[in-house]
T-cell receptor, first 115, second 114 residues
Framework: TQLLEQSPQFLSIQEGENLTVYCNSS?????LQWYRQEPGEGPVLLVT?????EVKKLKRLTFQFGDARKDSSLHITAAQPGDTGLYLC???????????????FGSGTQLTVLP | DSGVTQTPKHLITATGQRVTLRCSPR?????VYWYQQSLDQGLQFLIQ???????AKGNILERFSAQQFPDLHSELNLSSLELGDSALYFC?????????????FGEGSRLTVL
C-alpha cells in the first residue's frame, strides 16, 4: 500500500501569515490531488498535479509536485480565515492484486486561520 | 453543492443494530464510491461501483455491504454495529471511475453507535 503522510497534522496561524503543508510518500505516484474539507461538508477538489516538478497556482494557493513524484506541497500566501479547513492530499493506489486503482487519502492537515 | 445527495445526514443507533445509508450520485455519473472518515483512521476507501458492478474493494468489513441499483443510486448496509463503527460515511461519484478524475463528495452521513 502506498501511504501518504501529511505534515503538520495541525496548524494554527494568524490572518496574513504564509504557510506550507506537505504530503510525502516513499512511493511514486502518477498524479496527486489536493482537497479541502470544511466542517459538515465533503472534501472538494482544489487541484490535480500530474507532472514531476509541476507548479500550479490557484489565487493565493501554490501547489508543487516533487520532481520524483513522491511528494507534494501546498503553500498559502497571506492566509485568510476562509482558508480554514482540513487539507487532504490523495493519490491513486492499487489496494489489492487485480483491483482497480483507487484514490488513497493522507490523514490531512487541519488548518485554522485566526482573524 | 456537489450534486451528490446522501441520506440520512445523522443517524444514532445501538450496538448490534443494522442501518442503511443511501447515496444519489451526480446526474450522469456512473461510478459511486464509499469512504469512511474517523478521527483516528482518516478517510478510508471502502468500495466502488461502476454502472451497477463492483469495481474495487478497500478496507470494508464483512459486516458491511453495498450495492448500486439500475438507477445508479447506491446503498451501504452496515450490520451488527459496534461502537467503533461510529464515523462519517461519505459517498462520492464520478462519470468514468478513472483513478485520476475528480471525486465529487456528498455531505456525508454521520453515524453514532451507542
Amino acid at each position: 500500500t502506498q501511504l501518504l503522510e501529511q505534515s503538520p497534522q495541525f496548524l494554527s496561524i494568524q490572518e496574513g501569515e504564509n504557510l506550507t503543508v506537505y504530503c510525502n510518500s516513499s512511493s511514486v505516484f502518477s498524479s496527486l490531488q489536493w482537497y479541502r474539507q470544511e466542517p459538515g461538508e465533503g472534501p472538494v477538489l482544489l487541484v490535480t498535479v500530474v507532472t514531476g516538478g509541476e507548479v500550479k497556482k490557484l489565487k493565493r494557493l501554490t501547489f508543487q509536485f516533487g520532481d520524483a513524484r513522491k511528494d507534494s506541497s501546498l503553500h498559502i500566501t497571506a492566509a485568510q480565515p476562509g482558508d480554514t479547513g482540513l487539507y487532504l492530499c490523495a493519490g491513486p493506489t492499487i489496494l489489492s492484486s487485480g483491483s482497480a486503482r483507487q484514490l488513497t487519502f493522507g490523514s490531512g492537515t487541519q488548518l485554522t486561520v485566526l482573524p | 453543492d456537489s450534486g451528490v445527495t446522501q441520506t440520512p445526514k445523522h443517524l444514532i443507533t445501538a450496538t448490534g443494530q443494522r442501518v442503511t445509508l443511501r447515496c444519489s450520485p451526480r446526474s450522469g455519473d456512473l461510478s459511486v464510491y464509499w469512504y469512511q472518515q474517523s478521527l483516528d483512521q482518516g478517510l478510508q476507501f471502502l468500495i466502488q461501483y461502476y454502472n451497477g458492478e463492483e469495481r474495487a474493494k478497500g478496507n470494508i468489513l464483512e459486516r458491511f455491504s453495498a450495492q448500486q441499483f439500475p438507477d445508479l443510486h447506491s446503498e451501504l448496509n452496515l450490520s451488527s454495529l459496534e461502537l467503533g463503527d461510529s464515523a462519517l460515511y461519505f459517498c462520492a461519484s464520478t462519470f468514468s471511475g478513472s483513478d485520476t478524475g475528480e471525486l465529487f463528495f456528498g455531505e456525508g452521513s454521520r453515524l453514532t453507535v451507542l
